[in-house]
């Protein structure tokens, strides 16, 4: 496997595995670097219009440039794997969902302040991907990273969107995770840019509770629930949350996408106002 190669990149080790595509270290020598290269899977192409999809789709992905979006440097075919791959700058770093498993294992909870980064700059990213029209449609904490300076960094922009076609043929599904998804995708609508915001309110009010809002035994349960079961309040779970701070959650989760906030700055604003009249939860943006 080491000696394998992806194009010009030589394949290093295997980070992960998903159901759409498998991620590996690879090293650059014309450019002295090493990268991550995320290969779809080969079935993917079955889908007639997947190439035309993924082409339109990795240049958009490809022109977000934000500290906080990871950057997409190249896209090609790999002849010898028939697959279609990206390749993109490497994130040392765990993922926000690997971050909160050790964490609650431990009996333990972010700290505020550490909640509000976290919220502020996955907020940033997407208010920055929305004005130029691109939504993620599968915000999740392991499309979070954390990288060794702490900066946030979400993954796998428009993914989602590549993948669409071939997924409703594949496996009947929706586009999205079960426990991250907003009611109106639940119902099997592409959503907006409020279906970002309530994805990653659903990983707010895990941070602050150190559980799920809506859990069930089966992915369709779980969205029922998130259609249909009145939305849980964070400080029912853990006093300890503010209320300005719960308020907060309880809007971006709203069921309504019209009863929660409209853009992302429309949130970034409520979290420095709580950051900024709470002095020991402020939390200065990055420069």
Same mark, same amino acid.
């Given at each position: 496997?080491?000696?394998?190669?992806?194009?010009?990149?030589?394949?290093?080790?295997?980070?992960?595995?998903?159901?759409?595509?498998?991620? *590996?270290?690879?090293?650059?020598?014309?450019?002295? &670097?090493?990268?991550?290269?995320?290969?779809?899977?080969?079935? !993917?192409?079955?889908?007639?219009?997947?190439?035309?999809?993924?082409?339109?789709?990795?240049?958009?992905?490809?022109?977000?440039?934000? %500290?906080?979006?990871?950057?997409?440097?190249?896209?090609?075919?790999?002849?010898?794997?028939?697959?279609?791959?990206?390749?993109?700058?490497?994130?040392?770093?765990?993922?926000?969902?690997? &971050?909160?498993?050790?964490?609650?294992? &431990?009996?333990?909870?972010?700290?505020?302040?550490?909640?509000?980064?976290?919220?502020?700059?996955?907020?940033?990213?997407?208010?920055?991907?929305?004005?130029?029209?691109?939504?993620?449609?599968?915000?999740?904490?392991?499309?979070?990273?954390?990288?060794?300076?702490?900066?946030?960094?979400?993954?796998?922009?428009?993914?989602?969107?590549?993948?669409?076609?071939?997924?409703?043929? @594949?496996?009947?599904?929706?586009?999205?995770?079960? @426990?991250?998804?907003?009611?109106?995708?639940?119902?099997?609508?592409?959503?907006?840019?409020?279906?970002?915001? *309530?994805?990653?309110?659903?990983?707010?009010?895990?941070?602050?509770?150190?559980?799920?809002?809506?859990?069930?035994?089966?992915?369709?349960?779980?969205?029922?629930?998130?259609?249909?079961? %009145?939305?849980?309040?964070?400080?029912?779970?853990?006093?300890?949350?503010?209320?300005?701070?719960?308020?907060?959650?309880?809007?971006?989760?709203?069921?309504?996408?019209?009863?929660? *906030?409209?853009?992302?700055?429309? !949130?970034?604003?409520?979290?420095?106002?709580?950051?900024?009249?709470?002095?020991?939860?402020?939390?200065?943006?990055?420069?």
């Amino acid at each position: 496997m080491q000696n394998r190669k992806i194009g010009k990149y030589e394949v290093i080790e295997r980070l992960g595995r998903g159901g759409m595509a498998e991620v *590996y270290r690879a090293y650059q020598g014309t450019l002295d &670097r090493y990268v991550a290269i995320k290969v779809l899977h080969a079935f !993917l192409a079955d889908d007639p219009e997947f190439k035309s999809r993924f082409e339109r789709e990795a240049q958009n992905i490809a022109k977000l440039k934000h %500290p906080n979006i990871v950057q997409v440097y190249d896209f090609d075919y790999d002849v010898e794997a028939e697959s279609y791959y990206m390749v993109m700058e490497l994130i040392d770093g765990s993922t926000l969902k690997d &971050r909160l498993s050790s964490i609650v294992a &431990r009996g333990e909870l972010l700290p505020i302040p550490e909640v509000i980064r976290i919220m502020r700059e996955s907020a940033s990213a997407l208010a920055y991907a929305h004005s130029r029209n691109m939504i993620h449609r599968d915000v999740k904490p392991a499309n979070l990273m954390l990288d060794h300076d702490n900066r946030v960094v979400l993954t796998d922009f428009g993914i989602a969107k590549i993948v669409t076609g071939a997924q409703f043929t @594949a496996s009947g599904g929706m586009v999205g995770t079960p @426990a991250f998804m907003a009611p109106e995708q639940g119902l099997g609508e592409a959503g907006d840019e409020r279906s970002d915001l *309530y994805s990653l309110g659903i990983i707010m009010f895990q941070m602050l509770t150190g559980q799920l809002p809506y859990d069930a035994e089966t992915p369709l349960a779980i969205i029922l629930k998130h259609l249909n079961t %009145p939305t849980p309040i964070a400080r029912d779970v853990n006093p300890n949350v503010p209320e300005e701070l719960d308020r907060i959650v309880r809007k971006v989760i709203s069921k309504e996408a019209q009863d929660r *906030y409209q853009s992302a700055g429309a !949130l970034i604003e409520d979290l420095d106002r709580f950051a900024h009249t709470n002095a020991e939860f402020d939390v200065q943006p990055r420069s």
